[in-house]
């Protein structure tokens, strides 16, 4: 059995490594394309065999254990020789496709986890001390791969399902669920599964509802939502059970505070909505007799007990602080109802009161303002033209040269590009040439261009390129429809170099004969790109300086450090100049409609804890066409755009593009699909959060009914309706939602698909670039979206993508939104007071009858408008008391008392109640003196 030595570190699901020897039944491995769970380890002594090392390192495999290469599955010694001991176990195992597998020698490149490396050197060792050393293999479920001190590695031996992995290994573009290698944007690069579940639309919703819970898991907040509590505490004062506290638990701390309480879902206006001030309300019925009191908490990790439910909840102590978590303590008055009064003046019904906020969420790390322009070098001589700040500079130098003689040899030479850095960089060398023959040929045309890039400095070469290319020979003679033949070279190369002083240097030659006219171009291009290969950022991230925040790229960015609920990811995992350039896109402020303007893009959403990582990543990502591509061992990030990374309204004719393929550098051909109905739609329905409906799941549509494009698109479709329901959770802007709608329509009718294998190199090109295809022979030239980046068999790097158009990408103001008609419907829950009651006094005349004359009050009022009014309740008492006796009921505005005594102050009030049974306010007439 092929083995490894105890020491060896392997690759945990989590990111972290473990010496093999300490690996458990159970444990979580990282495979090349599935997690692994060990289901038995092998543990069999060296005895007879060696022990190899790679590249001076340490001796860790036995000879037959197979390595990754981009070559396939290789083995130091890989065959069947019964006379070498060190080769029998691979008579001894289950994979047939690892039967043939070539042998692993220097030169080789191995896959890493972040790559590959080439085999500089393999040595072994053996001694006999060693005879009884164990040595180790695993057993795993799916795909029988692992990482063995960061190479990706066979358990040939170790059995396990899942069976090999394919000849053609995906070394960029697989998503590993628990250590993500790349994340793509359904939206961006999937067409065939458009549309997002219905459950997003529901959550939308349910983040509305309270929920009776202590082991709940706990949402997080960002930007601006409303959202109900989990009620993780709820107890009465014990003795007459006057209060009920409860502690309603409402997201992930820290948030920026609140701005809208609901009970029961009416409006409450707290006196405070301030961190840990204990307040009541002015709004009636809650605010009378103190019938609600509350106490906001914004989650911050040193918050102290809730001091309302310290004072009175049997059960709650100064240790209950729910550091790091936003709630809200209440406690709520219940109190006896012993009249019909009191039963019209409780505001609560029956069961524990439901509560919603409305919640500024987590306070976050802002990249926009994170950093400055980095100045990373200059240019100290040059014969081009130069344009920008050195953080984005480009020199070229252009040479136009014709040719009429019949022989000649001529040389295009510039050596003026001179430029410092002052960091390490990325500097990008384009060089081209092109001569045009026109006319019958006769003779040789013979191109060539080369350049170096010298460190002045030290005085050596730090790289060095050059191409080469003839025309043909040719004898008065000319193909039948053509009489121009054109040789076109061309370097594009993106080098990494360190601070220094540079020169660059080239010499380019081009060689005629005959006595046609013949014409050269030449162009040079040099340009330090606008940010080094990584921008350091060393505050960690729980001493960042944060802030409320709904940019997108900054709730991604949060997520993917916090180590409560999220990621955790160290800085060093992150592109942090890509990352900024796209938080600025986000923020980019463009037309709306007509007359109203808004950010590019905004995030508001309640993320679930009880989701993976992997998809609310994917849901964080959706809601701004964003792609983020691990190369390079870091995150990279994009939004799909029309191709300026700097203008989110910019539509470029011809935007800048990673690389170019051609005639040149693809192999074997390329394949170009077409769309087709399992893509192409003609109809978006897009939900998205409408703050204007308290944060209600709201939809719209694109194309209108009846519209141009609407007619357009469906004649193209032969009357048929494609239609696509897409839910943005995040999302929380009309226009935002239309835009996304409008794009996702375009660019599924232009979803041509692309596939071909190029010799050029892989290192600098990721998920979400884009690069120019041109081949003559189907007359394709054009851009597209890389999606998918493979490493084959023959070391060719396999390309995938989908067709990019510009124009699909237009932000275009939208019409504004209807009008909503203002509904003034009544409240019945809301009963106005009557007004202006006024009390006159005298005496009865009832002497004809043989009874004494008795004083009285006669109350008037002006009535009360109420749609739903039932009856007055009329009161009085003496001034000097302090309890109020109902004198009567009445559907008038008039109501007579008596008997009052005469020289007696009084005062009265008058209420009205509606057929709800709800009671309105008293209006009062005080301290009148009977007459």
Known sequence: MCCFAGDTQIKLANGETKAIKDIRVGDQIKGAKKLNHVKKIHTPFLHFRKKYSINDGEYFTTAEHPFQ???????????????????????????????????????????????????????????????????????????????????????????????????????????????????????????????????????????????????????????????????????????????????????????????????????????????????????????????????????????????????????????????????????????????????????????????KVTLQGRKIFDLTGAYTAQNVGSFTGQTGTSSGLLNRRTETATRVHSVSSQSSSNTIQDAGVTFTLNQEAQVKIIQEM?????????????????????????????????????????????????????????????????????????????????????????????????????????????????????????????????????????????????????????DQVVSYTSSTTGKAFTCDAVVETSTSIMNNCKILLVGFRGIMPFTQGVFRLKIENAGDDDNIESIPSDPPVSFSANEDNIVGGLQLIGDNKETKVNRARVTYVDPSADYQPNEVIYPDDGSTDDTTFLNEDNGQRLEATLSLPTVASREQALQYAEVFVKRSRNAKQIQFATTIAGSNVAVGDLCRVTSPNIGLDGQFRITDIRLNAEGDIQVTGFEHQPTIYTINAKSADITRPTLNLPDPLTVPAPTGVTVTSGSTNQASSGYVAESRMNVTWTAAADPFFKEYIVQYKLAADSTYVTAGLTNDTQFFIAPVSSGEQYDVRVASRNELNKRSNFANATRHTVS
């Open 69 to 355: 290469t981009t070559e396939g599955w290789k083995a130091i010694k890989p065959k069947k020789k019964w006379w070498d001991p060190e080769t029998w176990s691979n008579w001894f195992h289950n994979h047939q496709d690892l039967d043939n597998i070539g042998q692993l020698k220097v030169g080789d490149k191995i896959i890493t986890e972040l790559g590959q490396i080439e085999i500089k050197k393999i040595k072994s060792s053996w001694n006999p001390l060693n005879w009884f050393e164990k040595v180790y293999n695993l057993t795993l479920d799916n795909d029988n791969t692992y990482y063995a001190n960061n190479y990706l590695v066979h358990n040939k031996g170790g059995g396990g399902g899942g069976g090999i992995i394919s000849r053609v290994f995906s070394f960029i573009g697989d998503i590993v669920e628990g250590v993500v290698k790349i994340f793509t944007s359904p939206f961006g690069l999937d067409l065939t599964v458009p549309e997002v579940s219905a459950s997003q639309t529901e959550q939308i919703q349910g983040v509305l509802l309270n929920k009776d819970s202590g082991i709940t898991n706990i949402p997080i907040v960002y930007g601006t939502r409303m959202v109900g509590g989990a009620r993780v505490f709820v107890s009465t004062d014990g003795a007459s059970n006057e209060y009920l506290y409860v502690a309603y638990v409402l997201s992930e701390g820290q948030v920026e505070g609140y701005t809208q309480l609901l009970i029961d879902d009416i409006v409450v206006t707290p006196s405070s909505f301030a961190h840990g001030v204990e307040t009541g309300v002015t709004t009636s019925p809650y605010s009378d007799e103190s019938r609600l009191k509350v106490q906001f908490f914004d989650g911050r990790d040193d918050q102290v007990a809730s001091s309302l439910l310290t004072g009175g909840a049997p059960g709650w102590t100064s240790n209950h602080r729910l550091r790091g978590i936003a709630y809200l303590a209440c406690r709520f008055r219940w109190k006896k109802i012993e009249d019909q009064a009191d039963a019209d003046n409780n505001p609560y019904g029956g069961g524990i009161p439901n509560v």
């Open 434 to 586: 092109s001569t045009q023959i026109s006319g019958t040929p006769n003779g040789l045309v013979d191109n060539s261009i080369n350049f170096t890039v010298e460190n002045t400095g030290t005085g050596q070469t730090v790289f060095s390129d050059s191409d080469s290319k003839v025309i043909g020979k040719f004898s008065n003679s000319q193909p039948t429809g053509t009489a121009n033949y054109k040789a076109n070279l061309s370097i594009n190369q993106t080098i990494i170099l360190p601070a220094g002083n540079y020169r660059f240097s080239d010499v380019n030659t081009v060689t005629h004969s005959g006595t046609v006219t013949r014409n050269t171009q030449y162009y040079l291009s040099v340009q330090i790109e606008d940010a080094p290969v990584q921008e350091d950022h060393t505050t960690l991230y729980a001493n960042e300086t944060t802030t409320h925040s709904n940019n997108p790229v900054n709730v991604l960015m949060d997520y993917m450090r916090n180590p409560r609920y999220g990621k955790g990811l160290s800085n060093d995992a992150f592109h942090w100049n890509s990352w900024r350039k796209m938080a600025k896109l986000c």
